[in-house]
């Protein structure tokens, strides 16, 4: 075969709703997070990871330096998005082959919300990590793919759940998600295999088929953390403490620990999704979750009736069952990390609930429903994944004027620290990294929308005096020699730094015995 050839076969061979997922995911991906993609724009954490190899093996994560070395380790938001997107699109056609969405309308809608879901635009907020991560996320839905598709594809699944684990752990709730959906539909599918058979029995070659799944999830788990102890060893390193990562669920080997961790997964589910301020923030995404979730619960009370599965009380115990387990998968980060700071990147999970309500809702399982149904959720989706645009690009604007605001703040302070007397280059700066907010009143107008959008709200991306050296380094040209917290921490405690005032104070900068003190924020002791 010539190039021309086989690029035609191949594309000939790639279905119609792959195809459409993708570029949908794609184009879409381009107009909603265009604002992120085209700006040099740090947060907090970006500002230490201007070139960095991510070889963050001590949070557990030891396929990232690997997953992130196709754009180079430099912050290249252009080329890390496009990358970034084109493993999104790829997540987009596998999850319409799991869910089995073949019409285009839907397959477009499924990969709208996959892409405008505000945990995205968190996720672009750290942008020097987005390409792992979707490349992350990516293998963790072809894990659940591999054992649908294929009777031993637990085994290549496996693989692929731990290599997802390697790169972020936050994509494996992901995988348990759909592997449940994929359990529910393999029930309502299909009526018991032996009528003669009451209860659980009569499901059982169901149920074996079900099990392929848990097969992977544990034979996933234990390659993940095999290979971490060896290349742990081989580093002569430990697990960090970031994160609470050195448990990986040491709370649940008490009885006491697992129930109170269970609690916490129910209880964090329940109020992150009626209070999260997330899936939905004004009427108008309130009623389209409503009408989704109302057309989920009215189709699949016709699926029952319709399959008869309701003559069989073991159907209702497995339904039952999986249902209650969704909260706990859905929280799973909990049980690995029960100390974890779970900020809006490790939520994306929750969008396959409104994605699996299109799929019910555009499914075809051979039984009559009104067409009023798909057009009212056709039009419910299309109205969240506007809403949940909008709220992506409030979001951007917040993130540009952090960073028009640090850029501002930092000018100034640059500007007062060269021109105190006794300044030289090099002269060693004690300070406290936190911009007082007596000083500078809070003017983001945002935060009804990013309240909890890690990495966007706010006004100043600094908080450390790390932080300062590296923006005014790499932002204005200029380099301090800021000293390590710990070599400076008894220097608070000094009368005359708590006599000193705030920046911009007029005596917020001065220099004792050959170190510059400069203090941004006034702290009661």
């Given at each position: 075969?010539?190039?021309?050839?086989?690029?035609?076969?191949?594309?000939?061979?790639?279905?119609?709703?792959?195809?459409?997922?993708?570029?949908?995911?794609?184009?879409?991906?381009?107009?909603?997070?265009?604002?992120?993609?085209?700006?040099?724009?740090?947060?907090?954490?970006?500002?230490?990871?201007?070139?960095?190899?991510?070889?963050?093996?001590?949070?557990?994560?030891?396929?990232?330096?690997?997953?992130?070395?196709?754009?180079?380790?430099?912050?290249?938001?252009?080329?890390?998005?496009?990358?970034?997107?084109?493993?999104?699109?790829?997540?987009?056609?596998?999850?319409?082959?799991?869910?089995?969405?073949?019409?285009?309308?839907?397959?477009?809608?499924?990969?709208?919300?996959?892409?405008?879901?505000?945990?995205?635009?968190?996720?672009?907020?750290?942008?020097?990590?987005?390409?792992?991560?979707?490349?992350?996320?990516?293998?963790?839905?072809?894990?659940?793919?591999?054992?649908?598709?294929?009777?031993?594809?637990?085994?290549?699944?496996?693989?692929?759940?731990?290599?997802?684990?390697?790169?972020?752990?936050?994509?494996?709730?992901?995988?348990?998600?759909?592997?449940?959906?994929?359990?529910?539909?393999?029930?309502?599918?299909?009526?018991?295999?032996?009528?003669?058979?009451?209860?659980?029995?009569?499901?059982?070659?169901?149920?074996?088929?079900?099990?392929?799944?848990?097969?992977?999830?544990?034979?996933?788990?234990?390659?993940?953390?095999?290979?971490?102890?060896?290349?742990?060893?081989?580093?002569?390193?430990?697990?960090?403490?970031?994160?609470?990562?050195?448990?990986?669920?040491?709370?649940?080997?008490?009885?006491?620990?697992?129930?109170?961790?269970?609690?916490?997964?129910?209880?964090?589910?329940?109020?992150?999704?009626?209070?999260?301020?997330?899936?939905?923030?004004?009427?108008?995404?309130?009623?389209?979750?409503?009408?989704?979730?109302?057309?989920?619960?009215?189709?699949?009370?016709?699926?029952?009736?319709?399959?008869?599965?309701?003559?069989?009380?073991?159907?209702?115990?497995?339904?039952?069952?999986?249902?209650?387990?969704?909260?706990?998968?859905?929280?799973?980060?909990?049980?690995?990390?029960?100390?974890?700071?779970?900020?809006?990147?490790?939520?994306?999970?929750?969008?396959?609930?409104?994605?699996?309500?299109?799929?019910l809702v555009s499914g075809d399982w051979r039984m009559k429903k009104g067409a009023w149904m798909e057009w009212l959720g056709l039009a419910a989706a299309v109205v969240l994944?506007?809403?949940?645009?909008?709220?992506?690009?409030?979001?951007?604007?917040?993130?540009?004027?952090?960073?028009?605001?640090?850029?501002?703040?930092?000018?100034?302070?640059?500007?007062?620290?060269?021109?105190?007397?006794?300044?030289?280059?090099?002269?060693?700066?004690?300070?406290?990294?936190?911009?007082?907010?007596?000083?500078?009143?809070?003017?983001?107008?945002?935060?009804?929308?990013?309240?909890?959008?890690?990495?966007?709200?706010?006004?100043?991306?600094?908080?450390?005096?790390?932080?300062?050296?590296?923006?005014?380094?790499?932002?204005?040209?200029?380099?301090?020699?800021?000293?390590?917290?710990?070599?400076?921490?008894?220097?608070?405690?000094?009368?005359?730094?708590?006599?000193?005032?705030?920046?911009?104070?007029?005596?917020?900068?001065?220099?004792?015995?050959?170190?510059?003190?400069?203090?941004?924020?006034?702290?009661?002791?």
């Open positions: 075969m010539t190039p021309t050839q086989a690029f035609r076969t191949l594309y000939h061979n790639i279905r119609r709703e792959w195809k459409v997922a993708f570029f949908t995911c794609f184009v879409a991906g381009l107009l909603i997070h265009m604002p992120v993609l085209i700006s040099d724009i740090p947060n907090h954490d970006g500002l230490d990871s201007i070139y960095a190899d991510q070889n963050m093996i001590t949070s557990g994560r030891w396929f990232l330096t690997v997953a992130c070395g196709l754009s180079s380790y430099y912050n290249l938001p252009w080329l890390i998005g496009i990358l970034g997107l084109a493993y999104l699109g790829c997540a987009a056609a596998a999850l319409c082959e799991i869910l089995e969405v073949r019409k285009p309308w839907a397959v477009m809608l499924v990969s709208g919300l996959l892409t405008a879901f505000p945990a995205l635009a968190s996720t672009f907020a750290y942008v020097y990590t987005l390409d792992g991560y979707m490349l992350a996320l990516l293998l963790a839905v072809l894990s659940v793919l591999l054992v649908k598709k294929y009777r031993r594809g637990f085994l290549p699944g496996a693989a692929c759940l731990a290599f997802s684990m390697g790169i972020y752990q936050g994509y494996l709730s992901f995988a348990m998600i759909l592997s449940i959906f994929s359990i529910l539909m393999l029930l309502c599918g299909e009526a018991p295999t032996d009528s003669r058979k009451k209860g659980i029995g009569a499901w059982k070659p169901v149920l074996s088929q079900a099990l392929r799944y848990v097969y992977m999830g544990m034979l996933g788990a234990v390659l993940y953390f095999v290979i971490l102890q060896v290349l742990l060893r081989l580093q002569g390193k430990e697990l960090d403490h970031y994160q609470g990562i050195d448990g990986l669920g040491a709370g649940a080997l008490s009885l006491q620990g697992s129930a109170a961790m269970v609690r916490d997964m129910y209880r964090d589910f329940v109020s992150f999704t009626l209070k999260g301020n997330i899936l939905f923030q004004n009427v108008f995404s309130l009623a389209a979750c409503c009408v989704l979730a109302a057309l989920t619960v009215a189709i699949a009370v016709l699926l029952i009736w319709k399959r008869k599965c309701w003559k069989n009380w073991g159907f209702f115990i497995i339904i039952g069952l999986m249902l209650a387990a969704l909260p706990a998968v859905t929280n799973i980060i909990l049980l690995i990390s029960p100390a974890v700071n779970y900020h809006l990147l490790m939520r994306y999970q929750w969008i396959l609930y409104p994605i699996g309500a299109v799929a994944i506007f809403c949940y645009s909008v709220t992506d690009n409030i979001a951007y604007s917040n993130l540009r004027k952090r960073y028009e605001k640090t850029y501002a703040y930092c000018v100034r302070l640059l500007d007062r620290i060269e021109q105190t007397e006794g300044y030289y280059m090099g002269i060693p700066i004690a300070m406290i990294g936190v911009v007082g907010d007596r000083q500078y009143p809070v003017t983001d107008i945002t935060l009804p929308v990013t309240s909890n959008m890690i990495g966007m709200n706010g006004d100043i991306l600094l908080y450390t005096g790390k932080n300062y050296r590296l923006f005014i380094q790499h932002y204005l040209g200029a380099t301090l020699n800021i000293l390590p917290e710990d070599v400076m921490s008894d220097m608070y405690d000094s009368e005359e730094y708590l006599a000193m005032d705030s920046f911009p104070g007029p005596d917020s900068i001065r220099v004792i015995d050959g170190v510059m003190y400069i203090k941004t924020e006034n702290i009661n002791h």
